[in-house]
T-cell receptor, first 120, second 113 residues
């Protein structure tokens, strides 16, 4: 089954304890992205990656790191988590990153089930 | 950047057609309109997308006005399982043309029995 898998789905941690949220897709997608969702603020993009070793900041990158060493994996790293990073996180992927003349359908995002993170 | 405007909430009776409007008056000629929905706190789910022609798939229909400044998502026979937040999105080109889907607040659609 084509899917985006995130782990862990739920995590409670303490301030300053480094953690990694993994994201893996089995669709050979080039583009991957991380979002966080907070009440009243909607979905906001943290980082995205257009391909292996190509990553860039989204709208709210502070406090996060990412890497894309393999096409299928795009982990989100919180080096020193703080309570304001308590949120619901989603990983997503699409076939292509999509330039101005993108092929219809190539930009459709498939989302993971979400990871609910609580930092105490 | 093209932005979208949607009503905050809507209600629809089960079995009736749900029509969700979206304004995107600053859309440019090569930008697609995408619709996603999010049921409770699950990952957003793709519904449909279009450029200028009306589109239909097994989930919904998308009607785009001729000037492309607005669109309507139609769920032809809404069921209770269609209760969700619906996002209308116009893809925005980021650095090097990378896609950037900006999710607004969406429309909270409630299907009533």
């Amino acid at each position: 089954e084509a899917q985006v898998t995130q782990n862990p789905r739920y995590l409670i941690t303490v301030t300053g304890k480094k953690l990694t949220v993994t994201c893996s897709q089995n669709m050979n997608h080039e583009y991957m992205s991380w979002y966080r969702q907070d009440p009243g603020l909607g979905l906001r993009q943290i980082y995205y990656s257009m391909n292996v070793e190509v990553t860039d900041k989204g709208d709210v990158p502070e406090g996060y790191k990412v890497s894309r060493k393999e096409k299928r994996n795009f982990p989100l790293i919180l080096e020193s988590p703080s309570p304001n990073q308590t949120s619901l996180y989603f990983c997503a992927s699409s076939l292509w990153y999509g330039g101005p003349q993108s092929v219809s359908g190539a930009n459709v995002l498939t989302f993971g089930a979400g990871s609910r993170l609580t930092v105490l | 950047d093209a932005k979208t405007t949607q009503p905050t909430s809507m209600d629809c009776a089960e079995g009736r057609a749900a029509n969700l409007p979206c304004n995107h008056s600053t859309i440019s000629g090569n930008e697609y309109v995408y619709w996603y929905r999010q049921i409770h706190s699950q990952g957003p789910q793709y519904i449909i997308h279009g450029l200028k022609n009306n589109e239909t798939n097994e989930m919904a229909s998308l009607i785009i006005t001729e000037d492309r400044k607005s669109s309507t998502l139609i769920l032809p026979h809404a069921t209770l399982r269609d209760t969700a937040v619906y996002y209308c999105i116009v893809r925005v080109a980021g650095i090097q043309g990378a896609q950037k889907l900006v999710f607004g607040q969406g429309t909270r659609l409630t299907i009533n029995p």
